[in-house]
């Protein structure tokens, strides 16, 4: 019974490239949600996807990022034309049920991005 | 600004004393969560309070919540080394919304 799978682990981009990054939720889990964390500061919140739909985006920058969750496979955040202030570490979330019915998160263990 | 705002941001304690770490937090809440993060490492979940609940226990874990306060209090009794980490509360924005805001959390280190 695998946990949350995010990959890869670290992903090193120069300025201007694209980054890529996956997530496979818990077996049973519909709901995904994305956060960023910067060194020694709290998770931020990003996006909050469904299968195949994108329910709460308020906390994406609204240009160069995108996330999908399609019917089959991980769940995606893409960040095209990387920036230096994109280093950060992301991490990818599930939850069986929406959080209104108290549920919690499990998280995944994040993946580092350093854009040189 | 952050829903959750935890106090202290840092806590030093020598292993087997109490460790108390206390989350503000500004709108009505359904339930208030505490989570664990390792260095590097993912959160994890420790302990869900509802709005309805006063305190709860889980193991050496005990979670209070005071909604008139509208704060929390995170008890760790009888610390170990394991136990250090960064622990963040979390609640949803707002009441019943289906995203958890953190805050920015208290780093605790036991002392061996």
């Known amino acids: 019974n695998a946990g949350v799978m995010q990959n890869p682990r670290h992903l090193v981009r120069r300025r201007g490239q694209e980054a890529r990054l996956r997530c496979s939720p818990m077996k049973g889990h519909s709901h995904v949600y994305w956060y960023r964390q910067l060194p020694e500061e709290g998770l931020k919140f990003m996006v909050y996807l469904q299968k195949e739909n994108i329910i709460d985006e308020s906390g994406m920058p609204k240009e160069r990022f995108s996330a999908e969750f399609p019917k089959e496979g991980p769940s995606i955040l893409r960040i095209q034309q990387v920036v230096r202030g994109d280093s950060a570490a992301y991490f990818c979330?599930?939850?069986?049920?929406?959080?209104?019915?108290?549920?919690?998160?499990?998280f995944g263990s994040g993946t580092q991005l350093s854009v040189l | 600004s952050q829903q959750g705002e935890e106090d202290p941001q840092a806590l030093s304690i020598q292993e087997g004393e109490n460790a108390t770490m206390n989350c503000s937090y500004k709108t009505s809440i359904n339930n208030l969560q505490w989570y664990r993060q390792n260095s590097g490492r993912g959160l994890v979940h420790l302990i869900l309070?509802?709005?309805?609940?006063r305190e709860k226990h889980s193991g050496r874990l005990r979670v209070t919540l005071d909604t008139s306060k509208k704060s929390s209090s995170l008890l760790i009794t009888a610390s170990r080394a394991a136990d250090t980490a960064s622990y963040f509360c979390?609640?949803?924005?707002?009441?019943?919304?289906?995203?958890?805001?953190f805050g920015t959390g208290t780093r605790l280190t036991i002392i061996p």
């Open positions: 979330a599930s939850s069986q049920g929406g959080l209104s019915t108290n549920e919690k998160l499990f």
């Open positions: 979390a609640t949803p924005s707002n009441f019943g919304n289906e995203k958890l805001t």
């Open positions: 309070i509802r709005s309805n609940e």
